[in-house]
């Protein structure tokens, strides 16, 4: 428990970070520091989407692996750390 | 006895006894070679041929020698009972007799006797067919004996076929008769000369041997591989599906549950490096930010460039009289590529500014003398919108009509008013400036007041020696009839498309300066020829509690500063004269000398206007004079740039400049000073190198130069700044290529006192400017006695 708290600030304490969530394999969120609904939404969509890339890296190349995912948008970037049994998504707003 | 009995009781006898009874003879009932016997089992023991036991009905046959039977029949006599067949037996040519088991009796016995050859081997020879393919096998394997040849007939072919002599060979011996020994004479003969001489055995086509072809027609289609087909079928059960869901979410326990296992730990262990770093990299740098996109958006505005045609193309054209259109174009920075707007002139420009109290007014002057006015108020929006957008511009539609690809094209203003020819200057317009909206100048050279803040007069040099002045507006005699006048403004500044502006309507072709200043030289006779000129700005104090001067009728339309053409020049009467105007000129000529001058007209003795005696003139350049850029900080600081070197003067001091750079190699071309630093200016060079000077640090050489920025000749240097962070440079090269430079903030940024220690500086080379020449007049006088000293001796 104490060491994904001490994750979470550590993420937290970054410039511009607007919302952490943690989302095990299937897509379920587990710890989150944003409203439910949005939680749910981001998890949900995002799940399908690391899976895609994640299955689109290792169809190209078997040996190789998803290790980082970024999405880009004109308000904000939305990066996310593929594990074995979990993601971690951060949403941040870019200081332009 | 029964009939069978006698018979076999009949062999039984001895031959030499004659039965008791002779049988009677009977027609045998069975084949000749057959004979029926009746065995006991006395007899079938002692030949073993019991029945069913040695011989069944699978194998009936059994051999029995002869010899046995005569025995038999000897021992037993007539009880054998082979007696019948005695006599068969005796006459048996073998050794053995075939005794058949006659199961099924055929014969009326049991057992018979086979007692011919011929029918023993018959009998034995089918009962075994399968030895006959043994037996040819064995055949095969043998040497094939040699047979007699029988013929097929094949001889009669062969002999048909044959070629035989069927006579003797006939011998013939000739002799040709000649004469003995005469000559003989070969020649040759070509065999094509005669018709028989050659005998041609060409190919030809022989009609036995033609193959027939046939040909059959049969249809052939393609069939497609790939068919479809659909069928429609009838929704039978209407009913909507539709599928409700909720987010799968864990319980607080479960969530707990994770967040302590050993797995979550390891999870964010290894995930937070990854992200922080991401995170981090987001501060540092946006790598998505568009540079050049930036310096449009902070620039925000248009650069214009006004382009002439090279020298050596001058020279060419200079005896065609026909004149080129040309240009000066509008750059947006966010579409470098494209001009926004082009503006037409009659012939090249050399000079052109924007009108300071109203941004869409540009004059220009032109190659052969002419004053050029344009309006691009109706293509404002036009620009607004290229600089907003950033995109490929489209014209507006209501712009051109006649222009097919109206989209590419950019728009291009025509000029409003063009001056006359006769009264404009009679070689290229080298300057033109507007008058400051503070003030205006009359006829006789006198500033005056002005009345609506516009700037409203022109100031152009040429180099037929003149300096004119001229006013955008009509003077009073030239009023146009009432109607005209009253025309409502709201027709006047409705534009159609084509046609131009009307702002300046009233003085196309028509427009005469105001007044004109000559320069006559101070020294000799002649005029000077000025290149560039730079009067002192000014900023006037305003009486705002002056009572306004009662308006002439014709400034009704006062509240619209813009018409121009319904302001009239005011007479002279009516405005005050300013008296703090300074009202002299630095002019830059094209020998490479200062000139200053007042440009108030003076009245001579016969009453005729002409100008002042130049005040001061001062060669310092060895060649043209370029630029006589003032200093933004210090109003009566001036550099000039010409030939080799440059100067910077001091208005009052007229000795001369009060600082000179050393000759450098190559010219410089053009000098302007920094907007925000008091002390540094750049000076461009005719190698395309830019030199940045700061006084104040070093005064004998630049502190930098940024050699070859461009391979041609630096025209001009236009410093801008489009935020405190963001300085500009512009450079135009010869080759017609617009570089703009960022200034690093170090050449923004002026030093702590940086304006006060200049002046001191400029205090300082005064004093040394003064003391040289003081000396310098007192080393002449030392000569000059010197000189009278000897010449007296």
């Known amino acids: ?96 | 006895m029964p009939p069978k009995k006698p018979k076999s009781a009949g062999k039984k006898k001895p031959k030499g006894q004659k039965a008791p009874s002779p049988p009677p003879i009977e027609l045998p009932d069975h084949p000749e070679e057959i004979f029926p016997v009746v065995l006991t089992s006395v007899t079938q023991e002692l030949f073993a041929c019991i029945a069913d036991e040695d011989v069944t009905s699978e194998s009936p046959y059994k051999l029995l020698k002869k010899a046995d039977i005569i025995e038999d029949m000897k021992t037993r006599a007539a009880v054998s009972d082979f007696s019948p067949a005695k006599q068969k037996v005796l006459d048996y040519p073998e050794d053995e007799i075939l005794l058949v088991f006659d199961r099924d009796f055929v014969y009326g016995t049991c057992f018979y006797l086979v007692v011919t050859l011929e029918a023993k081997e018959l009998l034995i020879t089918p009962p075994q067919p399968e030895e006959e393919p043994v037996e040819i096998e064995r055949e095969v394997s043998k040497t094939p004996e040699l047979k007699e040849w029988i013929s097929l007939g094949s001889e009669v072919e062969i002999e048909n076929e044959s070629v035989r002599e069927t006579r003797e060979k006939l011998g013939f011996m000739l002799r040709v008769q000649r004469k003995a020994r005469a000559p003989v004479c070969f020649s040759d003969r070509n065999a094509a000369d005669d018709k028989h001489g050659n005998l041609g055995c060409p190919s030809y086509e022989d009609s036995r041997f033609s193959i027939k072809w046939i040909q059959r027609d049969c249809g052939i289609q393609a069939a497609p591989t790939v068919q479809s087909s659909s069928a429609q079928t009838q929704w039978k059960c209407r009913k909507n599906m539709c599928t409700q869901y909720k987010p799968r979410e864990f319980s607080e326990e479960e969530k707990d549950n994770i967040l302590q296992s050993e797995r979550m730990k390891e999870f964010c262990n290894s995930v937070i490096l990854r992200m922080l770093v991401a995170l981090q990299q987001e501060e540092i740098m946006n790598v998505f930010h568009d540079d050049w996109k930036a310096l449009g958006t902070a620039l925000g505005s248009v650069i214009a460039v006004a382009f002439t045609e090279k020298k050596e193309q001058r020279s060419k054209e200079s005896t065609s009289p026909d004149v080129r259109p040309s240009h000066i174009v509008f750059f947006c920075f966010s579409n470098p590529y494209e001009p926004q707007l082009l503006l037409e002139c009659p012939d090249d420009i050399y000079s052109f500014q924007f009108c300071p109290s109203d941004p869409n007014i540009i004059v220009g002057g032109c190659r052969n003398g002419q004053v050029v006015l344009w309006d691009i108020s109706g293509h404002v929006t036009h620009l607004q919108r290229a600089q907003s957008s950033g995109k490929k511009v489209s014209a507006n539609t209501d712009t051109f009509e006649l222009d097919d690809n109206k989209e590419s094209k950019t728009p291009v203003v025509r000029l409003c008013a063009v001056s006359a020819v006769e009264s404009s200057h009679k070689a290229p317009i080298t300057d033109v400036q507007w008058l400051p909206p503070t003030f205006e100048v009359t006829r006789m050279g006198i500033p005056v007041e002005n009345k609506y803040k516009t700037s409203v007069q022109v100031v152009t040099c040429s180099p037929d020696c003149s300096i004119m002045f001229w006013d955008v507006r009509l003077p009073k005699l030239l009023n146009q009839p009432a109607s005209v006048r009253k025309q409502s403004p709201d027709q006047k500044a409705e534009m159609t498309p084509f046609s131009v502006p009307d702002t300046f309507k009233h003085l196309d072709r028509t427009w005469k300066p105001l007044c004109r200043v000559l320069l006559p030289n101070i020294k000799t006779s002649g005029e000077y020829a000025p290149l560039k000129f730079n009067f002192q700005n000014y900023t006037c104090n305003e009486n705002t509690d002056r009572i306004p001067e009662e308006a002439d009728e014709d400034d009704e339309s006062s509240e619209i500063p813009r018409d121009f053409s319904q302001l009239r020049l005011p007479s002279d009467k009516n405005l005050t004269t300013l008296e703090d105007v300074n009202t002299k000129l630095y002019i830059g000529t094209e020998d490479g000398e200062i000139v200053y001058i007042d440009w108030k007209l003076e009245k001579d003795e016969s009453g005729r206007l002409h100008s002042t005696k130049p005040l001061n003139c001062f060669s310092v350049h060895s060649w043209l004079v370029n630029t006589l850029p003032r200093s933004p900080f210090f109003k009566d600081v001036i550099l000039t740039t010409g030939g080799w070197k440059f100067a910077i003067w001091q208005e009052g001091v007229m000795d001369g400049p009060i600082i000179v750079s050393p000759s450098s190699e190559r010219a410089c071309t053009v000098g302007c000073w920094s907007l925000t630093r008091p002390a540094v200016f750049f000076i461009g060079k005719d190698d395309g190198s830019i030199e940045v000077w700061n006084l104040l640090e070093k005064a004998s050489e630049p502190i930098q130069v940024h050699a070859h920025v461009t391979t041609a000749k630096i025209t001009s240097i236009t410093p801008w700044i489009a935020s405190p962070k963001q300085h500009f440079l512009a450079v135009t090269d010869e080759l017609g290529v617009i570089h703009v430079f960022e200034i690093p903030k170090k050449l923004c940024i002026p030093s702590k006192n940086e304006s006060v220690n200049l002046k001191i500086y400029f205090e300082l080379e005064k004093t040394r400017l003064e003391d040289y020449l003081r000396r310098e007049a007192l080393w002449e006088t030392e000569q000059k006695e010197a000189k009278e000293l000897t010449n007296q001796m």
């Open chain 1, 1 to 96: 428990m104490a060491e994904v708290e001490e994750t979470l600030k550590r993420i937290q304490g970054q410039k511009g970070v607007q919302g952490i969530i943690i989302v095990n394999s299937e897509g379920i969120p587990v710890k989150t520091t944003l409203d439910n609904s949005s939680t749910v939404q981001y998890a949900g969509l995002i799940h399908q989407l690391v899976m895609k890339a994640r299955s689109t890296v290792r169809d190209i190349d078997p040996q190789n692996d998803l290790t980082f995912l970024r999405i880009r948008s004109k308000k904000n970037e939305i990066m996310i750390a593929p594990d074995k049994d979990y993601f971690l998504i951060v949403i941040q707003n870019p200081s332009d």
